[in-house]
C-alpha cells in the first residue's frame, strides 16, 4: 500500500516526527521507481522475502478499536496505508467504534477517510455473523482501496470497551476465515515495515505449526513513545513511574501493536474483559502453556504526558489485573508472581528502592513512593465500586 500514488498525504498531518524521520527515507526509496507497476512489483518481492509467502496467497485481519479518536485517527490510518503490504493480498481492516462521546466528529474522520481512499461511493452492508455483543450495528460500511485487496470497514456498537471492540473484530475474522489478526491502536503509527513483520510471526508461530503439541502465542510488536509535552527535568513520567520491572520478568504485550489467532481468541471466549487487554492475553496465553513472541515492530504511540496522567494510566492497569483475577480464578499466582503492583507493599518498597538507585532517582524519592501508594488506593476503591467495568477513556495526554 505504501505507493504514494492515489494517497492522500493530509491524512499524515498529525503524524509524530519521529514516524516521519524514520519512515520519510524507507518511502522515497520504495517510490523511486518510475511506474507504479515497477513499484508494486517490487513491493511484492519484499512482501515474499520477509514472508516466504506470495502476496496472493496472503490473507488477514487488522481490527483497529477506536473510541473518540478524531485528532490522530487519520493520522493512524494514514500510517496504515503507507505499510508495506501489497495490494494482492486480501486485507480486512475493521474500525470498531465503540461507544463515541464525541459527538461523531471521530465517525466523521472515519467517513472522510473512507471516502477519500476510493474511487467508488462508500458501501453500505448489513454484519452477519454471531456477535456476543447484544449492542451491535448490524448497519456496517465498507470502501476498497483501488485495483486492490484490501479494505476498510466500519462496525459501530453502543458498548463501551477495548476488550469488546477486539471481540467483534476477531468474531469478523473468524467468518471470513482469517486466522492471523493483528491489532492496532487508534493512536499510533506503526513503522511501514511492521504489518509485514507481525504477518510473518503471527503465521509462523500460530497457523503454520501442525504438532500436536503446537501450544498459543501472542505477537507483540515494540513501541516508542511519544510525548506531546515536557517531561520532568527530562523524565517522562514512565521513566519514573514505569509499570514493569526486570526483577519480576513480567509478561509484557505491547497492545499498540499485537497480533493473534482468531481460533485461540475464539476458543478463550473472546479478549478478556479487562481494563488491561494485552497483559490479560499474555498471562492466559502463558497460564495455557503458550509464549508471548516479542518482535522488534516498531510502532509508535502517544503517551501519557504528566505524572496525573500516568498515575491514572497504572491505576486502570491494576483494576484489570484484579479483574483477571477475578474471571480467571487460577492464574491468580500467575499474575501475582508477574506484575510489580500486585505484591505487597514491603516487596514493592525493596523493588522501588532498587530502580531509585539504579536510575539516580532519589531526588524523586517521595514523589515515586507516594504515587504508588495512590495507585494502589485507588485501584482498590474503583474496583470495589465496580468490579465488572472494563470501559475506560483515553488519558487526556495521549489525546
Not at 41 to 66: A, L
Not at 288 to 299: F, I
Request: with cysteine; net charge negative.
Amino acid at each position: 500500500m505504501s505507493s504514494l500514488e492515489n494517497q492522500p498525504i493530509h491524512f499524515l498531518l498529525n503524524t509524530p516526527k519521529e514516524w516521519v524521520n524514520h519512515n520519510l527515507p524507507k518511502i522515497r526509496e520504495i517510490n523511486s521507481a518510475s511506474l507504479s507497476s515497477e513499484i508494486e512489483g517490487k513491493q511484492e518481492e519484499r512482501w515474499i522475502k520477509t514472508t516466504e509467502e506470495n502476496p496472493s496467497d496472503s490473507h488477514f485481519s487488522i481490527i483497529i478499536p477506536i473510541r473518540n479518536e478524531a485528532e490522530f485517527l487519520s493520522s493512524t490510518l494514514g500510517s496504515i496505508l503507507m505499510s508495506d503490504i501489497p495490494r494482492k493480498s486480501r486485507v480486512t481492516i475493521s474500525l470498531v467504534t465503540n461507544n463515541c462521546t464525541d459527538n461523531d466528529k471521530t465517525k466523521n474522520e472515519i467517513n472522510k477517510f473512507m471516502s477519500r481512499i476510493s474511487d467508488e461511493s462508500i458501501e453500505q452492508y448489513q454484519l452477519k455473523g454471531d456477535f456476543q455483543d447484544p449492542h451491535i450495528k448490524r448497519n456496517a460500511a465498507k470502501t476498497t482501496l483501488p485495483s486492490s485487496n484490501i479494505s476498510f470497514h466500519h462496525i459501530d456498537t453502543d458498548t463501551p470497551g477495548k476488550a469488546n471492540a477486539l471481540t467483534i473484530g476477531n468474531t469478523i475474522a473468524r467468518d471470513i476465515e482469517d486466522r492471523v489478526v493483528i491489532c492496532l491502536d487508534a493512536n499510533t503509527f506503526p513503522d511501514i515495515e511492521t504489518i509485514p513483520q507481525l504477518y510473518k510471526t503471527a503465521k509462523k508461530n500460530i497457523v503454520d505449526g501442525k504438532s500436536s503439541h503446537k501450544k498459543p502465542a501472542i505477537i507483540s510488536g515494540n513501541f516508542t513513545d511519544v510525548y506531546h509535552g515536557q517531561r520532568m527535568n527530562g523524565l517522562s513520567p514512565r521513566e519514573l513511574l514505569p509499570s514493569y520491572f526486570p526483577q519480576t520478568k513480567p509478561i509484557v504485550v505491547t497492545g499498540a501493536a499485537m497480533a493473534w489467532d482468531s481460533e485461540f481468541i475464539h476458543s478463550i471466549g473472546g479478549i478478556p474483559a479487562t481494563k488491561m487487554e494485552d497483559f490479560s492475553i499474555g498471562v492466559i496465553t502463558e497460564y495455557m502453556g503458550g509464549e508471548v513472541v516479542k518482535l522488534d515492530a516498531k510502532t509508535w504511540r502517544i503517551s501519557p504526558t504528566t505524572l496525573k496522567d500516568r498515575i491514572d494510566q497504572l491505576i486502570r492497569y491494576r483494576i484489570g489485573a484484579l479483574q483477571l483475577i477475578t474471571l480467571f480464578p487460577d492464574v491468580k499466582n500467575l499474575v501475582e508472581s508477574k506484575m510489580f503492583f500486585m505484591k505487597d507493599w514491603n516487596e514493592m518498597e525493596i523493588i522501588l528502592e532498587e530502580h531509585i538507585m539504579n536510575n539516580s532517582l532519589e531526588a524523586y524519592r517521595s514523589i515515586i513512593t507516594r504515587a504508588w501508594k495512590e495507585i494502589i488506593t485507588e485501584s482498590n476503591k474503583e474496583f470495589a465500586q465496580n468490579p465488572t467495568d472494563h470501559h475506560w477513556d483515553g488519558i487526556k495526554g495521549t489525546k
